[in-house]
């Protein structure tokens, strides 16, 4: 079992479309949890950054953490077309280990 | 600004061959990371550097070597490259411990191993 999982999609929504995003994973040291969007052809880039458990919202992003479940969402509303990448989870214990999310790949269409 | 930059882009080698993948960050950060990413992998560490003149293993560290040559720059060299190494490597950097701050990456180099 991996120690992270996310469902690699993909996942097609239309515009405007309200964006559900997870991951699980199994190590209950996990603290710091990121969200990082990956266009193609690029590198990843940070979106959201969470610390331990609760909610974080930055304009249609909002990072949800829920550590009893050890269950992580991203939740993108109003999507455009310009959100179409993989998303990947990360997270990590702060002990120098971090582990990544095998990515979940969203095309919203107009 | 360039951010993070690594060379080639691309590359084919048949298998046995030897190839350094150049990465230089212009952020002046401290800590430097090369990444493989695989399909239904996620992004595995191969080996890291936390600061100049130092390098660790991370997840995956078998037939690679790496050098920091300085703050600026982190190379990954295969010695004898196999199919299995086919893959995307993505160099990145950070100011901070990658775990507690953000990972800025290059635009990747994709090698092909025959």
């Known amino acids: 079992q991996k120690e992270v999982e996310q469902d690699p999609g993909p996942l097609s929504v239309p515009e405007g479309a309200i964006v559900s995003l997870n991951c699980t994973y199994s190590?209950?040291?996990?603290?710091?949890f990121m969200w990082y969007r990956q266009y193609s052809r690029k590198g990843p880039e940070l979106l959201m950054y969470?610390?331990?458990?609760g909610n974080k919202e930055d304009g249609r992003f909002t990072a949800q953490v829920d550590k009893s479940s050890k269950y992580i969402s991203l939740f993108i509303r109003d999507s455009q077309p310009s959100d179409s990448a993989t998303y990947l989870c990360?997270?990590?214990?702060?002990?120098?280990?971090?582990?990544f999310g095998a990515g979940t790949r969203l095309t919203v269409k107009p | 600004n360039a951010g993070v930059t690594q060379t080639p882009k691309f590359q084919v080698l048949k298998t046995g061959q030897s190839m350094t993948l150049q990465c230089a960050q212009d952020?002046?950060?401290?800590?430097m990371y090369w990444y493989r990413q695989d399909p239904g992998m996620g992004l595995r560490l191969i080996y890291y550097?936390?600061?100049?003149?130092?390098?660790d293993k991370g997840e995956v560290p078998n037939g690679y070597n790496v050098s920091r040559l300085n703050k600026r720059e982190f190379s990954l060299r295969l010695e004898s490259a196999a199919p299995s190494q086919t893959s995307v490597y993505f160099c990145?950097?950070?100011?901070?411990?990658?775990?507690?701050?953000?990972?800025?990456f290059g635009e990747g180099s994709r090698l092909t191993v025959l």
């Open positions: 990145a950097s950070s100011f901070r411990r990658r775990e507690t701050g953000e990972l800025f």
């Open positions: 190590n209950s040291a996990f603290q710091y």
């Open positions: 969470t610390y331990s458990s």
């Open positions: 990360a997270m990590s214990a702060g002990n120098n280990d971090m582990r």
């Open positions: 952020m002046n950060h401290n800590s």
């Open positions: 550097s936390a600061s100049e003149g130092t390098t």
